[in-house]
């Protein structure tokens, strides 16, 4: 009895030793957040209602957070916390309130610069390099939650490069450091007290932190702040060009459209090319490679190696200014069916699912291993689905709604232009390529798709 009293008390002895040694090594970040806080500052805003006249509430209401990047008193927050403001209030570690002016602002990134003028020393925070940031690393969020003032919360870096569909530039460093309404706009610290991210947004069910909240990566935030500062707005280079993933098997991005008269368009780019390299670089992700043509310098010459009909090819194209949105496609991307714009799909074999299917030449109009029932194309049903006179390929007519050509966005009334980028002129040139990928192992075909507002790659699996 007493000797198994002895293990008993052994073993208590050792998990305290344990816990007190794991507690010696978790950090204190008093001394860090005590040197942060009077860099960090509270934002309310009014604004109008319908009628024009000023509200009351929002004066003292509390949106968001913002922090100092100059002892002149510039200021950063999100665009979301400031947007459509018509007064914004900034207030201090000290409690001052002072009225700020905004310097510029990006919707895009959901960026924006303030400025003040105070009597107060401000003490401005350094940015750091959120490049070097790993998975697993210490961060601090600062901001003003649900109104209450400067508040510390500390995390780790659970995830980089998220894209959570907000927007074509999507490249957020992901955190389980607790971030509520009013951090938006806040800065996230590294341990060196750098700002290595831009508190801008959560994801939760119920409007509070639930361990997932979302930073603009530093990198990005310093590359637009820079130009709010210098000139109100920011300048992203364009080549005009609208991109997605390429489809399995392919690696790279595949180029789905291309805006007229464009620099990409000038320069030899081709609906279905698809990019493998940017500047030598391998290219994998539609989000970053719109992110890295837009930060380009307007008139740098970008090399892009493409694969085109099986070949590698090499075109060079200088980006130039990225016209407004309304106006022309920037590289926007979309996802797996849709994706980022900028995107590229390519004009070949894919996948595998064996099966037979005997395919008709003798109909006018018949159902594909697509799910799709397609018709050649006649003045009336061209007239119908309001496409060109002089279209050719074959037009569908029906389609089962539980096909993978549904799942993608095909639709009735689109014209199939190309299978595998190889003309369509009837049923019968549809079927022959058709068979030839059942007999590639029921391979899925990559179909150039025209409706009536543009042209597009979907790659689908056969039935």
């Known amino acids: 009895m007493k000797h198994n009293k002895l293990i008993l008390a052994i073993f208590l002895i050792t998990g305290f030793c344990q816990n007190v040694l794991a507690r010696a090594d978790f950090p204190s970040f008093a001394d860090l957040a005590e040197k942060l806080l009077p860099s960090v500052v509270n934002i309310s805003t009014t604004t109008l209602n319908e009628d024009g006249a000023e509200d009351i509430a929002p004066e003292t209401e509390t949106l968001g957070s913002g922090f100092i990047i100059s002892k002149d008193g510039y200021i950063v927050t999100n665009q979301h916390v400031i947007n459509k403001a018509k007064v914004i209030n900034v207030t201090l570690f000290n409690n001052e309130k002072i009225e700020a002016e905004i310097i510029g602002e990006d919707k895009k990134t959901d960026l924006a610069v303030l400025k003040i003028t105070t009597e107060t020393p401000l003490t401005p925070v350094a940015f750091g390099n959120s490049d070097t940031l790993r998975v697993g690393d210490w961060v601090l969020a600062i901001g003003n939650p649900f109104g209450l003032g400067g508040s510390v919360t500390a995390g780790i870096v659970s995830?980089?490069?998220?894209?959570?569909?907000?927007?074509?530039?999507?490249?957020?460093?992901?955190?389980?450091?607790?971030?509520?309404?009013g951090n938006s706009g806040g800065p996230m610290f590294n341990l060196q007290g750098e700002v290595i991210g831009v508190n801008s947004a959560i994801f939760s069910t119920t409007g509070e932190s639930m361990g997932i909240g979302f930073a603009t990566p530093s990198k990005m935030a310093e590359w637009v702040i820079s130009q709010l500062r210098s000139q109100g707005k920011v300048t992203r280079g364009w080549i005009g060009i609208a991109i997605k993933p390429a489809p399995h098997p392919y690696q790279g991005i595949l180029i789905s459209r291309i805006t007229e008269n464009s620099p990409a368009s000038k320069a030899g780019f081709s609906a279905g090319d698809i990019i493998t390299k940017f500047n030598t670089m391998p290219i994998t992700s539609a989000t970053n490679l719109s992110r890295i043509i837009a930060e380009s310098r307007l008139g740098e010459l970008l090399n892009f190696e493409i694969l085109r009909n099986g070949q590698i090819m090499t075109?060079?194209?200088?980006?130039?200014?990225?016209?407004?949105e309304e106006t022309k496609t920037q590289a926007p991307v979309e996802t797996p069916a849709p994706a980022t714009e900028e995107q590229a799909v390519a004009p070949e074999p894919i996948e595998e699912t064996p099966q037979e299917a005997d395919i008709s030449q003798e109909k006018d109009s018949q159902k594909s291993p697509l799910g799709l029932e397609i018709n050649n194309?006649?003045?009336e049903l061209l007239a119908q689905y309001k496409l060109p006179t002089d279209s050719k390929g074959v037009i569908?007519?029906?389609?089962?709604?539980?096909?993978?050509a549904s799942e993608k966005g095909i639709q009735v009334g689109d014209l199939i232009t190309k299978v595998d980028k190889k003309e369509v002129f009837d049923i019968i040139s549809f079927?022959?390529?058709?068979?030839?990928?059942?007999?590639?192992?029921n391979r899925p075909v990559l179909l150039t798709i025209q409706n009536s507002e543009a042209e597009h790659f979907v790659a689908v699996k056969l039935k």
Not at 315 to 324: G, H, I, N, S
């Open 396 to 404: 569908i007519t029906a389609m089962d709604g539980q096909s993978d």
């Open 315 to 324: 075109l060079q194209v200088a980006a130039e200014e990225m016209p407004d």
């Open 377 to 379: 194309t006649t003045a």
């Open 431 to 441: 079927n022959d390529y058709i068979k030839q990928a059942q007999n590639e192992n």
């Open 159 to 181: 995830a980089k490069s998220r894209d959570i569909e907000s927007g074509s530039y999507d490249n957020f460093i992901q955190t389980d450091a607790a971030i509520n309404q």
